[in-house]
C-alpha cells in the first residue's frame, strides 16, 4: 500500500539487521580503545573497533605522514558522525588535529614530513566532498579546507592546483544536484494532481481521457521509463539522508541549541522518493478503475500484471511493489466481476515473490540474486538493482531504534553505524548504475502528470463500475456522488 516517509506507525515488523551489534546491557563496560596515536592500530593491526569514545574515532580519521584510514572507516563515520558533531565542527576538530599533529603552525614547516602528510589529508578531504558534497554546501566547510591546503601549500605549490580542481569538481556536483533536486521535486509536486471529476467521464465515449494503453501498450517498454523513473529518483539520494531521516538530539549533548537534525536536516530526495511510490500505486489504482467497460477494466489488470513481470526480470523491485500495492488497494480487488475476466495466474506468482511472511523472505532472497547478478555484469542492463525502498527504509528504522548510539558507558556504538553504512553503501552502489534503456519522453511525460483519483475518486470509480454488494457500500457510494460529482 502507498507509504509514508519515516514514520514508526509503518513498519510493523522487525528487520533482519543482525542481533549483535553492541546493545550492551545497563551498566555493562567496554574497555576503551587507547587514545593518541596509537588508536591508530585499531584499525590498521588490531580488531574491528566496535565502541570508542568520540574523540578516539575523531582521532582515528585523522591522516598522519604514515597513517592513513581505511575507505571503509571513513565512509562509516563521516556517515555517522553527524548525529553527534555537525559535519563543519567535524571538520574543524580534524583540521585542528593536523595542525598539532604535523605542527602547521610552526615556521619553518618540516617540509619532508608535510610532503608525506600532504597527499593524505588531500585525499581525505577529497573522498569527503565527493562522497558527501552537501557537506559543502556550509560555507564554513570551503573554509576549513582552503585553510588546512593553505597551511601545506608553502612545500609544495601543487597542492594548491589539486584543491582548485576538487573544488572545481565540487562546484560541478552541487550545482547539478541543484538543478535535479528542483526538478525532481517540481515533478514530484505538479504530479500530485488529482481530478476525481474524471470519474464523470466513464459514462461519456472515448477518447476524452488518455489512458496508459493508449500512450504505451507494451509491458517491457513501460518497465523500462519505470526503470528510468527510478533510477533518476536514486541517483539525487545522498547517504546522509538515511540518517538525517531518523537523527535525534545526542543525550550527552550539552548545549541548549537544536540538534544537527533540527538546523540542517535535508531529506527532500528521500520525501521525493517516498512520493513517487505512492504515485505509481495510485496511478496502477486509477488506470484500472477508470474504463466503463468491464473487458477493458481486465486488459488494464493484465497489462499491469505484465509490467511488474518485466520489473522484476530487470531488476526493478520498487516499481515491481509499487504496481502489486496498487492493485491490491480495496477499491480495485473488490472488482470481482473484473478480476474473474482477467488472467491472473502470473499476479499470484508476484504477490508470492513480494509476500512479507517471514520478513519478506521471498524478496530478499530475489533480492539477494539481484545483487549477485549485478556484482559480476558485463552490462549496466545487468547491474540494475532498484530496492523496495520503503522495506530499506524500515531496515534502517529498525537498526536506528533497536540499538542505541551510545552505550552506558558514554562510548558511541560504533558496531551499530558499521551495520548501517553497510546498508546504506550497498544502496549506493547500486544507484549509481547509468540506466541502459532509451527515454521515451511521451511515456515518461504520462507517468509524471497523468492525472490520479484519490482515495475517495477510486472507491467512487469503483462502484460506478461495479455496484455496490451491501448497504455499508451503497451509503458510501451515495456520499460519495454527492461529494465529488454534486449529485444525488
Not at 497489462?303 to 509499487?322: K, T, Y
Not at 492493485?327 to 488472467?343: D, E, F, H, I
Not at 547500486?430 to 534503456?437: A, D, L, S
Request: glycine share 4%.
Amino acid at each position: 500500500m502507498p507509504q509514508t516517509v519515516c514514520s514508526g506507525t509503518m513498519f510493523t515488523t522487525p528487520s533482519g539487521f543482525s542481533p549483535h551489534l553492541a546493545c550492551a546491557e545497563p551498566g555493562e563496560e567496554e574497555e576503551a580503545p587507547q587514545e593518541g596515536p596509537g588508536a591508530e592500530a585499531c584499525l590498521a593491526d588490531g580488531p574491528p573497533i566496535t565502541s570508542a569514545s568520540l574523540d578516539t574515532l575523531i582521532q582515528n580519521l585523522v591522516p598522519t605522514a604514515d597513517y592513513y584510514p581505511e575507505k571503509a572507516y571513513v565512509f562509516t563515520f563521516l556517515l555517522s558522525a553527524r548525529l553527534f558533531i555537525p559535519p563543519p565542527e567535524l571538520l574543524a576538530r580534524v583540521c585542528e588535529l593536523c595542525i598539532k599533529q604535523q605542527q602547521l603552525d610552526q615556521s619553518p614547516l618540516d617540509t619532508a614530513k608535510v610532503r608525506k602528510f600532504g597527499p593524505k589529508i588531500l585525499q581525505l578531504l577529497t573522498e569527503w566532498t565527493e562522497t558527501f558534497p552537501t557537506d559543502f554546501r556550509d560555507e564554513k566547510m570551503v573554509g576549513h579546507l582552503k585553510d588546512i591546503i593553505h597551511r601545506i601549500a608553502p612545500c609544495d605549490e601543487a597542492y594548491w592546483k589539486t584543491l582548485n580542481q576538487v573544488l572545481q569538481k565540487l562546484t560541478q556536483r552541487l550545482a547539478l544536484m541543484s538543478q535535479g533536486e528542483e526538478s525532481i521535486v517540481k515533478v514530484s509536486l505538479n504530479a500530485s494532481s488529482i481530478s476525481d471529476k474524471l470519474v464523470a467521464f466513464k459514462t461519456k465515449p472515448p477518447p476524452i481521457q488518455k489512458d496508459m494503453l493508449s500512450i504505451c501498450n507494451d509491458p517491457y517498454t513501460l518497465a523500462q521509463q519505470l526503470t528510468h523513473v527510478e533510477l533518476e529518483h536514486l541517483s539525487h539520494i545522498g547517504p546522509e539522508e538515511f540518517v538525517q531521516a531518523f537523527v535525534q538530539k545526542d543525550p550527552l549533548d550539552g548545549t541548549q541549541q537544536p540538534c544537527f537534525s533540527d538546523q540542517k536536516k535535508k531529506t527532500s530526495n528521500l520525501e521525493a522518493y517516498v512520493r513517487w511510490f505512492n504515485r505509481l500505486c495510485y496511478l496502477v489504482a486509477t488506470e484500472i478503475c477508470m474504463p466503463a467497460k468491464k473487458k477493458q477494466r481486465a486488459q488494464v489488470i493484465e497489462f499491469f500484471i505484465d509490467v511488474a513481470r518485466e520489473c522484476f526480470n530487470i531488476g526493478n523491485f520498487n516499481s515491481l511493489m509499487a504496481i502489486i500495492s496498487g492493485m491490491n488497494m480495496s477499491p480495485v480487488s473488490r472488482l470481482k466481476k473484473t478480476w474473474g475476466k482477467a488472467k491472473t495466474a502470473k499476479f499470484f506468482i508476484l504477490e508470492h515473490q513480494m509476500d512479507p511472511t517471514g520478513n519478506f523472505y521471498n524478496y530478499r532472497t530475489a533480492l539477494r540474486g539481484a545483487a549477485h547478478r549485478s556484482q559480476t555484469a558485463n552490462s549496466n542492463r545487468e547491474r540494475i538493482v532498484i530496492p523496495f525502498f520503503s522495506l530499506l527504509i524500515k531496515d534502517i528504522y529498525f537498526l536506528n531504534e533497536g540499538c542505541a548510539n551510545r552505550l552506558p558507558n558514554g562510548h558511541v556504538n560504533f558496531e551499530k553505524f558499521v551495520e548501517l553504512a553497510r546498508q546504506v553503501g550497498e544502496f549506493m552502489t547500486w544507484k549509481q548504475v547509468e540506466c541502459p534503456f532509451e527515454e521515451d519522453r511521451a511515456i515518461l511525460h504520462y507517468l509524471h502528470t497523468a492525472p490520479i483519483f484519490s482515495e475517495d475518486g477510486l472507491y467512487l470509480a469503483s462502484y460506478e463500475s461495479e455496484s455496490p454488494e451491501n448497504q455499508v457500500e451503497k451509503d458510501r457510494w451515495k456520499a460519495l456522488r454527492s461529494n465529488v460529482l454534486g449529485k444525488t
